[in-house]
């Protein structure tokens, strides 16, 4: 067969005649991570190639999830809904359907709580056949025990009932869906297995404890490591996943480099994570967009800073952070370092500008701070009389110009509000002003005392004082539309902000500033990130796209925070056109990324594992 890129100029990849495809993962109906962005935002360029009726998903069916994300078939008289309807008949809890996502892909689902009575057994014959031990006590182990002995059942159901004469392809997603493997290839059935790790376990633990992490990896003993951070199960279910797959993949080099010598067996491919691009024929909805969302994060930022000061929103830049709590491995010691450096100089510089910069991760918490929620309260009321008194206005200006004799006179308008209008306002505004500092967490965290981004931003002063050029928004939670400080998702706060902020010392793959890129919004990640890495490989020119690329491999701590201070007063300097230009450019530069073009990586490992 020819090369990938001489098939992609030919047209569109054309998948081996009578093969079926299954993609297993826990995150198949199950939103956990990013693995369910990578299999969600990749089906509908699957189907397109492969067509409904070759392509099925496996995962876990927990009713609390399949609620939203399932809808069961009618008809099952496909070989995989006879299957399942064979599967019933023996007792197992098995679903299928379609996932309601975009190509509607079928699902087939397994309750793991439905074989909980047989956990011993099942564990008994994985310390047998492949010499794993897994603990009791735990929930997710006995979960994962409990799908992958399903899943192992069902395939090999399928190869007894003659579904195997086609040729089947099972890719298997991370160490949670992994542990069918072995026994598959116990078995010896005719399956072409592949396997992807999106990030090794061990790898990011031991990132999180060693600041030289990537210079000491191949020194490391895997089964020492793993003993002390208490996973080795875990890391024996990857070992075993990796070495049983006819092709064995990763999401980005820095990552194979883990596998290379955490796992034992250096991946055949690179598989990097796309996104399913929404392209618009109208490039100033990009623009469109991002004022319109801006204007909700302006309601929040006057709510929670104008009680105590204001400044000039038209001069107000909103950069942002987001992910998962690892203070180290996702760059937020740095951020706040170069945070508090760039705020430095902006005041040194006279600088006009303010940036807001908003942590938004998940922590601990009791509930909201009672004092940011009161404020955001007081402010809406302050809005409501005010659209009041607007209404009010607007009636009587109406009447009393159009009642006029004689020649044209603008009226007062202050004699067409009530008294009492008037003092509810007055009152509204006195309860709300303020004396003290805007709250820097808008929560109020378990042991706060301990936080590490608090105690920094205590430390450094960073604590959005009046002369502060950067103000600082700590938010422990994930936003959404239920969010009464916000009122929108991610994806519509995200489009609102002016930059991202991603300086991850570890990160395998990273969809922060992918789904940034998607957005039009320019970001600063690292070529410790996989996406980073991928650019820095890729793309030339990243930065006037808007991929700003830092370089955490051979630069210290000190020089990393100044380079990062470097680029984030090079946009804080940028006019708005510029910002806008740019914006284009991001949003242009994402169709790279889209699945129509990444997705033939994974052709590849299919036309591989065929062969072998």
């Known amino acids: 067969m020819n090369s990938p890129v001489e098939r992609e100029k030919a047209g569109k990849i054309e998948i081996p005649s009578n093969t079926i495809l299954f993609e297993i993962a826990w995150e198949v109906c199950n939103q956990v991570g990013g693995i369910y962005t990578v299999i969600r935002s990749k089906v509908p360029s699957v189907i397109e190639k492969w067509g409904d009726?070759?392509?099925?998903?496996?995962?876990?069916?927990?009713?609390?999830?399949a609620s939203a994300h399932f809808d069961p078939a009618t008809d099952y008289s496909t070989p995989v809904g006879k299957a399942v309807l064979k599967m019933q008949e023996r007792g197992f809890d098995v679903h299928y359907g379609q996932w309601i996502v975009s190509g509607r892909p079928h699902v087939v689902l397994f309750n793991p709580y439905s074989v909980f009575d047989k956990l011993d057994e099942i564990k008994h014959f994985v310390w047998q056949d492949y010499h794993i031990s897994l603990p009791g006590q735990d929930e997710l182990m006995d979960k994962v025990a409990a799908f992958g002995f399903q899943v192992k059942e069902f395939l090999r159901y399928l190869c007894s009932s003659g579904f195997c004469s086609s040729r089947v392809v099972a890719h298997?997603?991370?160490?949670?869906?992994?542990?069918?493997?072995?026994?598959?290839?116990?078995?010896?059935?005719?399956?072409?297995?592949?396997?992807?790790?999106?990030?090794?376990?061990?790898?990011?633990?031991?990132?999180?404890?060693?600041?030289?992490?990537?210079?000491?990896?191949p020194f490391y003993n895997w089964e020492t490591e793993a003993n002390n951070f208490n996973v080795r199960p875990i890391v024996?279910?990857?070992?075993?996943?990796?070495?049983?797959?006819?092709?064995f993949t990763t999401v980005s080099e820095l990552t194979g480099r883990e596998c290379t010598h955490l796992l034992g067996r250096t991946p055949d491919l690179i598989l990097p994570n796309g996104l399913n691009i929404q392209r618009f024929e109208a490039l100033h909805y990009v623009q469109n967009q991002h004022l319109q969302f801006k204007e909700k994060i302006h309601d929040f930022v006057r709510g929670h800073f104008?009680?105590?000061?204001?400044?000039?929103?038209?001069?107000?830049?909103?950069?942002?952070?987001?992910g998962r709590y690892e203070y180290h491995n996702k760059g937020y010691d740095l951020t706040l370092e170069a945070l508090a450096r760039l705020n430095w100089r902006m005041q040194q510089s006279?600088?006009?500008?303010t940036v807001v910069a908003f942590f938004i991760t998940r922590r601990p918490f009791y509930t909201f701070n009672p004092d940011v929620l009161h404020s955001k309260a007081l402010i809406e009321d302050i809005s409501r009389v005010c659209e009041e008194i607007k209404e009010q206005v607007g009636r009587r200006l109406y009447t009393k110009i159009t009642s006029q004799n004689g020649q044209y006179e603008f009226p007062d308008l202050s004699e067409m509000v009530d008294d009492y209008l008037r003092l509810k306002l007055r009152r509204n505004v006195q309860s709300w002003r303020t004396n003290q500092l805007p709250k820097i967490v808008t929560h109020t965290i378990v042991d706060d005392t301990k936080d590490e981004v608090l105690n920094f931003l205590r430390t450094a002063n960073l604590v959005n004082n009046r002369h502060d050029r950067v103000k600082v928004v700590y938010h422990p939670d994930f936003i959404s539309t239920s969010n009464p400080l916000f009122k929108m998702?991610?994806?519509?706060?995200?489009?609102?902000?002016?930059?991202?902020?991603?300086?991850s010392m570890y990160e395998p793959w990273g969809y922060t500033p992918l789904e940034c890129l998607a957005s039009g919004l320019p970001s600063i990640t690292s070529n410790l990130a996989g996406f980073g890495d991928y650019v820095s490989r890729n793309i030339?020119?990243?930065e006037k796209l808007g991929m700003y690329i830092l370089d955490r491999k051979s630069r210290d701590f000190n020089l990393t925070a100044d380079e990062l201070a470097d680029i984030m007063m090079q946009f804080v300097q940028m006019t708005r056109r510029e910002r806008i230009a740019l914006r284009y450019r991001s949003e242009e530069a994402s169709l790279h990324f889209d699945w129509s073009n990444l997705g033939r990586f994974y052709d590849d490992a299919y036309e591989l594992v065929l062969k072998r």
Not at 59 to 64: K, L, S, T
Not at 178 to 199: C, M, Q, W
Request: hydrophobic share 40%; net charge negative.
């Open 53 to 65: 009726e070759n392509y099925f998903l496996i995962g876990p069916y927990f009713e609390d999830q």
């Open 172 to 217: 298997f997603h991370e160490w949670m869906a992994g542990l069918p493997i072995p026994g598959l290839r116990k078995e010896n059935l005719d399956i072409k297995i592949v396997f992807t790790t999106h990030a090794t376990l061990l790898g990011r633990y031991l990132a999180m404890n060693d600041n030289r992490f990537y210079d000491h990896l």
């Open 350 to 353: 006279n600088s006009k500008m």
């Open 540 to 542: 030339l020119d990243g």
């Open 306 to 322: 104008f009680q105590s000061y204001s400044f000039d929103l038209d001069n107000t830049l909103y950069f942002f952070t987001s």
């Open 236 to 247: 024996e279910i990857e070992r075993a996943s990796a070495h049983g797959a006819h092709v």
């Open 489 to 503: 998702d991610y994806n519509q706060f995200v489009r609102g902000c002016h930059l991202g902020i991603f300086p």
